[in-house]
Structures are given as structure tokens and as C-alpha cells.
């Protein structure tokens, strides 16, 4: 029997079930591949059939840059406040429509549904904040240093945006992105997650509803590098903004040079949480199980690297392992603590990294295996007194393994924390405000979080140092990303005249 053909799929079931779009979005028609070519979406949970989405060629890809070539002019001319009433239509709408869109995710993506609606909460934040910043944009005037001339800084949207995105976080980081590039004037061509298209086309569903004219927002889906292919070689395409692995992440990088497009890099992290012995212990726990295990680990801003003063190293690890052994696992719409993993090369990197981390002479706290409940599935895993050259010290995990080992020096726990090609976010817990100072300034991160987790939002400028990428996403830096600066130099002579 073909479980296809017979089992409805789940997804059919939403309160609006024309949110499940199975086409690509591409000059405001719902596009199929022209040779039918489709790719399956599967519940993480489960394994079960969701879908097929269309599967587009390079040339069908590339049709979506020539639709937002031609909408670029109209829409950058538009004034900012007629754009911002687009934007706002598109936050209500997705505010409405807030339960089906988490239900969405957490079927295709396996997020703990109270995740998913957190993720839509701040999926919308941008939109809202870039519809407001959407009007603040320009003018600035400079203050001559030439006795006969008037000078002006106009900032230009820079023409189409590429946005490619992952799975992580499905619907957040083409907000992230889009919002803050259709406020600034550009149109948008979004290639998102094999994993996670529904997600995206429901957003470009609601876009159309919100009325967006034809070409300004365009998802397109299929294999990444046919879609994306001719996107990075059109020279048309004038910023690319990526959230993804470092090793895609440079690779587009490396593509856009010969068209010399404007790039955001949002990369992998190794995140380290440092734990001083005055920092209050109890807040700590409760603090490291969220930055560990949020998103079942599947996170950016994910703790890698467990750094804890020697005095309450015993002690912290016993209390945080005991916390982790309570975690619920199950499936994201049980509402659990954590949910599946994304797919099987996920589940492979926990397997590794633990096994690698054991015979580097590390001691296993609780979990350390595949999770009964289903392939996908891993235990949520404490390794204490993990050696410095395990792979877990260097690689993002992405999972939920937690690595732990104690530090006995302020400066060498900053050595430490600093020595890794990453730079995201930093987590201190630490009692004392001159310590904090020092290691904010000595933390080579784009990001310091002292005595709490959740420190990202709409106004505040998201990035990473180092290999974690280039620019910043949110705040008024977000949309800046988008834009050029024209400088324009008027000589006082010609008005003198008249
Ligand atoms: P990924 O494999 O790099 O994929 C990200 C996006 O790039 C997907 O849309 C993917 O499409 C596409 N892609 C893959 N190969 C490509 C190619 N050759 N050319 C053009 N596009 C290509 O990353 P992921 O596994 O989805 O996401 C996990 C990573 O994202 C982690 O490293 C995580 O740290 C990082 N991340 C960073 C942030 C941040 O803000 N810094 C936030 C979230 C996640 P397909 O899916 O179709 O292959």
C-alpha cells in the first residue's frame, strides 16, 4: 500500500488549510516545477509523509530574479510609509494565523509547539519593527568641509535581495531577513530549507493576502544549488543574506565575488557559558538548561562549551544533570522539552561527538543514546571533565549533548572561551560587575549575555565575529544591510546665481 496516496497528511487538518502551499511563489503565481519534479516533506516525529513541494530548475529559479528586477523600480519608489502599510497587513495577518503557522513548523521542523508559537512571536517582531524603521531611513546631511558646496547622504535600496535560509528556525530568519529588505526597498527572491518549505510558502501565502505587488517577494524551492545557483551568478542579485553552516556560508561568499554582492553571514557558534563560584547558582541552572536546550539544542545561540569555576564545578554538575534527567522528550505537538532532531546526519553528529568525547576520557553524566522513542530522537546528554581536544570542545554540536569542564583563572577561562573560529554569543554568570566588565570587553563575541539567556530581539543587532559571519540582522543595522550610501555633493555656485 502507498502510504501517500492513502493516509491524509496532517498538515490538511490546519483551521485554514489554504496556508499549505505546495508551489513555488514566484511573480505572484504559485509556481510548479515545469517538468513536475517534487521533492517530500516528513514529520521529524514520525517519519510521516507531509507532502511534495515543487522542485524547481536553475532556469525557473532564475525567472524569480527577473520578476523582482522588475517590480525593484516601482517598489523602492514607493514612499516608505505606502510599504510600511504592506509590511503591517502582512504582520496581521501572520498574527491571526499564528496557531496554524506554529502547527506548521512544529510538523515539518519538530520544535515543541510552545517553541514554535515563541518563534512566530518573534518571527512577526521584525515585521512590525521594520515597518516603523521602514520611515527613518534617510536623510542625513554632513557638515561642509568644502566653503562652496552642500553635501547629503541619501541611503538606496540596493536592488534584488538573495535570502537563503535554514531549518532551525523556519519562519524567524526570512522575517528576519525580509522584512528588514522590503522596508529598505528591495525585492526578494527566499530559497528556504528542504526540510522546511511549508513554513515559507505559508509566509508568501499571507504575503500575497497582504498584497505585495507581484515580484517584490518571491520564495522559490528545490535543490539549494540549482536554486541558488543562478542567483549568486546574476549580477542583477546585488545582496545576499545567509543564515546556514559556516561551509555554505563561505562558499557564497566565495561565489559572490565576481559580482561583488553586499553579504550578511549568519554563521554557526560554539557558545561557552561561564560560571563564576559568586554567581547565584540556582539562576545559573535554570538559565544553562534554556541556553542548552532550547530548540532541542538545534540552535546558533546554543551552549557548546560548559566552562565552571573549580569551587562549585561538583556541584553545578550534579545539580544541571539532574535538571536535564527530568527534560521531557516526545513529540513537538505533546508539547515536550525536547522534540526530534532534524534528520539522521543530525542524530550521526550526537552519536560522534559523544562516542568521541568518551574515549577522549570524558564521563558520561545521563543519556549518551538514541532515544527509544524513534530515529530522530536523542537523549538529552551531561559529559563532564571533557578533554580540550575533543571534537565537541571545537565543532558545533547542534544537538542536545552538553559538555562540561571546570577553570580555576579569569584569563584562562577567557583563553579558553575565546579559542575557537567561532564568535556568536557568550553566556557569564557571575556575581561580580568589574569581572563582568572585563569579560565583556575580553570575550571575542558578537553577542555577551551576563546572568541571563534570552538577550535577541527586533531592535538589537544580531551577528557574529569571526567565522560566525558578516553584519548584523535586526535594528536599525538590519536594514542598512540593504542599502547604499549615495553622497551627493551640490555646488553652491549654481544657486548663488539666480
Ligand atoms: P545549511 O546546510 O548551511 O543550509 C542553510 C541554507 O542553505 C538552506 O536553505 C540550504 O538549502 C542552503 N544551501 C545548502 N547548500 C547550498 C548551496 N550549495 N548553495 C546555496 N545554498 C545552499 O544549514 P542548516 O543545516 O540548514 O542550518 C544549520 C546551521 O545554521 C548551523 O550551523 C547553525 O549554527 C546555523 N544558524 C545560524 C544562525 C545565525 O543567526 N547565526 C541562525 C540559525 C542557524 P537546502 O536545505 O535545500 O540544502
Known amino acids: ?42 514529520n521529524p516525529a514520525d517519519g510521516s509523509f507531509l507532502g511534495e513541494v515543487a522542485s524547481l530548475s536553475g532556469d525557473e529559479s532564475a525567472r524569480a530574479v527577473d520578476a523582482a528586477h522588475a517590480a525593484f523600480r516601482r517598489w523602492s519608489a514607493l514612499l516608505p510609509q505606502e510599504r510600511a502599510k504592506i509590511l503591517k497587513r502582512w504582520h496581521q495577518l501572520i498574527v491571526d494565523n499564528r496557531e496554524d503557522l506554529s502547527i506548521l513548523m512544529t510538523l515539518e521542523q519538530g520544535k515543541p509547539i510552545s517553541e514554535a508559537r515563541g518563534e512566530m512571536d518573534y518571527a512577526v517582531s521584525f515585521i512590525e519593527f521594520y515597518a516603523e524603521e521602514a520611515k527613518r531611513a534617510n536623510i542625513q546631511s554632513v557638515t561642509s568641509h568644502l566653503p562652496d558646496a552642500e553635501m547629503e547622504l541619501w541611503m538606496e535600496p540596493v536592488g534584488v535581495a538573495a535570502l537563503i535560509t535554514p531549518w532551525n528556525f523556519p519562519s524567524a530568519m526570512i522575517t528576519r531577513k525580509a522584512a528588514a529588505a522590503l522596508a529598505a526597498g528591495c525585492t526578494v527572491v527566499v530559497h528556504p530549507a528542504k526540510e522546511t518549505p511549508y513554513s515559507a510558502l505559508a509566509l508568501a501565502e499571507l504575503a500575497e493576502r497582504a498584497g505585495f505587488p507581484a515580484g517584490v517577494f518571491n520564495v522559490v524551492t528545490g535543490d539549494a544549488p540549482v536554486i541558488c545557483g543562478p542567483w549568486m551568478e546574476d549580477a542583477r542579485v546585488r545582496a545576499v543574506s545567509f543564515t546556514g553552516s559556516t561551509p555554505i556560508g563561505k562558499l557564497l561568499y566565495r561565489q559572490s565575488a565576481d559580482t561583488v554582492k553586499r553579504m550578511v553571514l549568519e554563521l554557526g557558534g560554539h557558545a561557552p557559558f561561564i560560571l563564576f563560584a559568586d554567581a547565584d547558582l540556582d539562576r545559573a541552572v535554570d538559565e544553562a538548561i534554556k541556553a542548552k536546550f532550547a530548540t532541542s539544542g538545534e540552535d546558533c545561540l546554543a551552549v557548546n562549551r560548559f566552562f565552571i569555576e573549580r569551587p562549585v564545578y561538583d556541584q553545578f554538575c550534579a545539580r544541571f544533570a539532574e535538571r536535564v534527567r527530568q527534560l521531557t522528550v516526545g513529540n513537538g505537538m505533546d508539547d515536550p522539552d525536547i522534540g526530534p532532531l532534524m534528520n539522521e546526519g543530525a542524530v550521526l553528529k550526537q552519536e560522534d561527538h559523544v562516542a568521541d568525547a568518551l574515549a577522549k576520557g570524558a564521563e ?45 583563572t579569569e584569563e584562562d577561562v577567557i583563553t579558553r572561551a575565546n579559542a575557537t573560529e567561532y564568535g556568536l554569543v557568550a553566556y557569564v554568570h557571575c556575581g561580580d560587575a568589574r569581572r563582568v566588565y572585563r569579560l565583556s570587553r575580553a570575550l571575542q563575541f558578537g553577542m555577551v549575555a551576563v546572568n541571563r539567556t534570552k538577550v535577541t530581539g527586533a531592535p538589537i543587532p544580531f551577528g557574529g565575529m569571526k567565522q560566525s559571519g558578516l553584519g548584523r540582522e535586526g535594528a536599525n543595522a538590519g536594514m542598512r544591510a540593504f542599502m547604499d550610501i549615495k553622497y551627493v555633493c551640490r555646488d553652491w555656485a549654481d544657486y548663488a546665481q539666480n
Open 1 to 42: 500500500m502507498n502510504a501517500r496516496a492513502t493516509t491524509p497528511s496532517p498538515i490538511s487538518h490546519l483551521a485554514d488549510p489554504t496556508l499549505v502551499r505546495s508551489f513555488a511563489y514566484i511573480n505572484g503565481r504559485w509556481q510548479a516545477a515545469g517538468d513536475g519534479a517534487a521533492f517530500a516533506v516528513t
Open 364 to 408: 558520561l553524566l545521563t543519556g549518551g543514546a538514541r532515544h527509544a522513542l524513534g530515529p530522530l530522537f536523542y537523549q538529552p546528554t551531561v559529559l563532564k571533565n571533557v578533554s580540550a581536544d575533543a571534537k565537541i570542545m571545537r565543532e558545533e554540536t547542534f544537538g542536545p549533548v552538553a559538555a562540561i569542564v571546570p577553570f580555576d
